[in-house]
């Protein structure tokens, strides 16, 4: 799994979330039960992963998550 963490000017990789030196404020909901009755929620994949200080995310990224920093989330956002 690739855990990918994007910042103007930066690009970093790593292949666990153990790897990852950011904070850690808190993990993604578990959405199985709203799934299971059809509602159109979050990738699976999204499910209960972690939430870092300062970074948006996660976001499913093909073959794994991605997290990007406020400013870089607003330039691909517009």
Do not use: C
């Not at 950011?22 to 972690?50: C, I, W």
């Amino acid at each position: 799994m690739r855990i990918v963490f994007v910042s103007i000017g930066k690009v970093e990789d790593f292949n666990s979330f153990d790897e990852v030196p950011y904070k850690v404020t808190g993990f993604t909901s578990d959405m199985s039960k709203e799934r299971a009755q059809g509602r159109l929620v979050h990738r699976a994949e999204l499910d209960n992963q972690p939430e870092y200080e300062n970074f948006a995310g996660p976001m499913w990224d093909v073959d794994g998550y991605r997290y990007e920093t406020w400013e870089v989330y607003d330039m691909l956002s517009r």
